[in-house]
Every structure is written in structure tokens, then in C-alpha cells.
């Protein structure tokens, strides 16, 4: 292989190193989201990473009735955003008894001190029990 070749392969190299190293650190760069629920007394934090598409995200049990799915969307801007939704876990599919929206990413955390979704309450329609959760961009 003659020197100019060589160089244009090591200048191509170069720049599909670089071009991959930066496409990984957007999305290392995008914060994850937080979202501390509460169901029977006890809390448990749930975090959620930037996807491609919400459909393979499942949604994660609380207690015996709800099912909690949270998805971050970040890119493309036009379609970035936060979607946060609780099912009902019947049979024969999940009823959603609970879906929220908001912007990514988020305008501002609530002044409350419950993040940028303030706090929220979901109401069991058969056995009268509550989950109650809001959520964070990850510090």
C-alpha cells in the first residue's frame, strides 16, 4: 500500500472512531430519569434510560395490581419527551388506568420537592389501595 492510501485509510479510521465515540456520548450525556414510587408503605426507585422506541420497555409490578412503565425518549428533539404510565394488571391484557406527558427535557423540577412531575396518586378501582410516585432527572 503506497503512503497516500495509507493515510486516507488511517484518516477514514480516524474519523469513524470519532464519529462512533461522540454518538455514544450523546447518549451517555442524556440523564437518566428517577422515578421513587410508593405502594403498601414501602418505596422503591425505579430508573429509567433513554430508548429508541417505548414499545420493548416493560412495565415493572407494584404490588399485586399495578404495573408501572416509565420511557424516556430523548432523541429526536421533535419527539423527545417523558411518557409515564400505570396499568391495571388484569387478565386478559393490562388496563392503563394512569398516563402522564411531559417534555424533554423537563422545563423545571416541581418547587415542591417532588421533581419536575410534582406528586401523583393512583387509586386501586377494586381493592382501594394506593401507589403514589413522582420523578427526578438523575442528579
Not at 55 to 74: D, M, Q, R, T
Amino acid at each position: 500500500m503506497n503512503e497516500r492510501k495509507r493515510i486516507l485509510v488511517k484518516t477514514v479510521l480516524a474519523a469513524t472512531a470519532l464519529a462512533c465515540a461522540s454518538g455514544a456520548l450523546a447518549v451517555l450525556k442524556t440523564p437518566a430519569v428517577l422515578c421513587h414510587y410508593t405502594y403498601g408503605g414501602e418505596e422503591k426507585t425505579m430508573r429509567a434510560t433513554p430508548v429508541a422506541s417505548p414499545y420493548p420497555v416493560e412495565p415493572i409490578a407494584v404490588g399485586s395490581y399495578f404495573l408501572f412503565k416509565v420511557v424516556l425518549k430523548a432523541e429526536p428533539a421533535d419527539l423527545a419527551g417523558i411518557k409515564i404510565y400505570v396499568f391495571a394488571d388484569r387478565d386478559p391484557v393490562p388496563v392503563p388506568i394512569h398516563q402522564v406527558n411531559f417534555p424533554y427535557p423537563p422545563h423545571a423540577q416541581a418547587s415542591s420537592g417532588y421533581g419536575f412531575t410534582g406528586r401523583h396518586w393512583v387509586y386501586e378501582p377494586v381493592r382501594d389501595g394506593e401507589m403514589q410516585y413522582w420523578c427526578e432527572v438523575e442528579p
